[in-house]
């Protein structure tokens, strides 16, 4: 995108020229009612997207148990909730956003799953259900990531852990920092508006309007987490965090501005090259810290 100053995430770019200083950053709810067929097709649209979903149904297929009611906090357009529709689950997806959850019943509709999913408002950081309603939780693609407060992430974590019941699986993937900073720096527009950002960014992880100062905004308000941090806040809510993992790993880098393109000219063979190193170095904490979405698998305690 012209005049971008930070580099892209999930395929967009975050940041932009200079701007008024009243420019608004984007609101989270906003944003996603304004890119709803984006998101249904994100995790189809590049390797890395498919890298990311794929990780992710690895771990689904690993560690859910094999039926029962689950719960899809922030689950967008549905396509996790399609998946788990499907094979016989009874899920609930709950997100802020008008435009997804409308996305999300046309999905289901065409399916015909509308007796195994239901779609409603919700927020992460207050979910409208008893305590351990759900024999698993998922809150993937970055939910967390659009809580910019410390307390309210924590109120987050503890409401996954609170509507899962004990022993059930609660799944978390997050956007990371290290994989921004990295993508940041290999971008091809270098201008000083976006490389002057990167070491508060780094300190803090919070892209929003304090750090932008009155620069145009191409993205949402959005934390991106460091791996350690990810397992603290997850282990203080009073889960039991299994697994953490980096969904794209290596291939994050894919997602810089000149290396974008290329996974388009790899044969089939290639990109088979490409998945098995993913899978090898997946569990690596540090190949975890610099992945474009970090997966915490975790476990409700008794």
């Not at 979903?53 to 094999?66: A, H, M, S």
């Not at 993508?183 to 300190?203: C, F, K, W, Y």
């Not at 290329?262 to 090259?273: A, C, G, K, W, Y």
Request: hydrophobic letters at 40%.
């Amino acid at each position: 995108m012209i005049g971008a100053v930070l580099a892209p995430v999930g395929g967009k770019y975050i940041g932009g020229a200079t701007a008024p200083a009243d420019m608004p950053i984007d609101d989270p709810e906003d944003y996603y009612d304004a890119h709803d067929d984006e998101e249904w097709e994100r995790l189809d649209a590049s390797l890395v997207g498919r890298l990311e979903w794929e990780g992710t149904l690895e771990y689904l297929g690993r560690y859910l148990p094999p039926g029962g009611r689950v719960l899809d906090v922030g689950g967008g357009a549905g396509r996790y909730a399609v998946w788990l529709g499907e094979r016989g689950y009874e899920v609930t997806l709950v997100d802020p956003s008008e435009g997804q959850r409308e996305l999300a019943r046309e999905k289901v509709a065409d399916r015909e799953l509308g007796d195994r999913v239901t779609v409603r408002e919700g927020d992460v950081r207050d979910l409208d259900f008893d305590d351990g309603s759900f024999d698993a939780t998922l809150c993937l693609g970055g939910p967390l990531s659009h809580v910019l407060d410390v307390d309210e992430r924590d109120t987050a974590a503890r409401e996954l852990r609170r509507v899962t019941a004990v022993g059930g699986p609660v799944f978390v993937s997050v956007m990371g920092r290290l994989h921004l900073l990295l993508v940041t720096l290999m971008a091809t527009d270098r201008d000083s508006e976006r490389l002057d950002l990167l070491a508060e960014l780094a300190m803090s992880g919070d892209y929003d309007a304090d750090l932008l100062d009155g620069r145009e905004s191409r993205f949402v308000e959005t934390h991106f987490f460091r791996a350690g941090e990810l397992e603290v806040l997850l282990t203080e809510a009073g889960l039991v965090v299994e697994e953490l993992v980096g969904l794209e790993g290596l291939a994050s880098v894919y997602g810089a501005g000149r290396l974008a393109e290329s996974p388009e000219d790899l044969s089939d063979e290639q990109r088979e090259h490409v998945r098995n190193l993913v899978d090898t170095l997946r569990g690596d904490r540090s190949v975890a810290d610099f992945s474009a979405h970090l997966l915490a698998v975790c476990r409700v305690g008794g």
